[in-house]
């Protein structure tokens, strides 16, 4: 089993409709998780991080959820902008962070 | 606040050169890292750093070269370039814990022909 594996997609959705992805990691000594989005042809960037207790950006909330060892992302109210790729991202202590292959995501018109 | 940048942005080699490509970054960060990010794979880790002169392997650090003299800078040498290591690759920096979140340069393509 990866250590962190992702859904490939693509997820295509209608604008403003409500979308979530998840990513699922394989060790439990997880301590640290990211999501990330990353546009064509350009470097991931950090979108936010993931607390145990979930939190929310706007139209984002990301999601832990320790006992199935899964994060989610949750983006409601869809944006023709956020046609991206989604990572996630997940370390244990000491160690660096291991990327999902990510979510390609492609809000439509 | 120029943040971390890569050069050169494109590349393209022969077989068998070597190639350097540079990463620089003004935030005082410990950590940099190095990535390469091809279709089917995902980012994976060549090699990163934890500080000067500190470097450490990551998943495919084969066929390549890293350095840290300075806090600031973390080139990555392909030593002799093959077709395999066509590739966009990305440099990070974190803070100073290792599993912090990690902010990415622009990235350099580089093709070897």
């Known amino acids: 089993r990866k250590e962190v594996e992702q859904d490939p997609g693509p997820f295509n959705v209608p604008e403003g409709a409500t979308v979530a992805f998840n990513c699922t990691y394989s060790?439990?000594?997880?301590?640290?998780f990211f999501w990330y989005r990353q546009d064509c042809r350009k470097e991931p960037k950090l979108l936010m991080s993931?607390?145990?207790s979930g939190n929310e950006d706007g139209r984002f909330t990301a999601q832990l959820n320790r006992a199935s060892q899964y994060i989610s992302l949750l983006i409601r109210d869809s944006k023709l902008s956020d046609s991206a790729t989604y990572l996630c991202?997940?370390?244990?202590?000491?160690?660096?962070?291991?990327f999902g292959k990510g979510t390609r995501l492609s809000v439509i018109a | 606040d120029a943040g971390i940048t890569q050069s050169p942005r494109y590349k393209i080699t022969e077989t068998g050169r070597q190639v350097t490509l540079m990463c620089h970054q003004t935030?005082?960060?410990?950590?940099m890292f190095w990535y390469r990010q091809d279709l089917g794979h995902g980012l994976r880790l060549i090699y990163y750093?934890?500080?000067?002169?500190?470097?450490d392997k990551g998943e495919v650090p084969d066929g390549y070269v890293v350095s840290r003299s300075k806090t600031e800078n973390f080139p990555l040498t392909l030593e002799s370039a093959t077709r395999s290591q066509t590739s966009v690759y990305f440099c990070?920096?974190?803070?100073?814990?290792?599993?912090?979140?990690?902010?990415f340069g622009p990235g350099t393509r580089l093709t070897v022909l």
């Open positions: 990070a920096s974190s803070g100073n814990v290792l599993g912090n979140e990690q902010f």
């Open positions: 060790n439990s000594a997880s301590q640290s």
């Open positions: 993931v607390y145990s």
């Open positions: 991202a997940v370390a244990r202590g000491g160690t660096p962070l291991v």
């Open positions: 935030w005082s960060h410990s950590y």
């Open positions: 750093s934890a500080a000067a002169d500190i470097t």
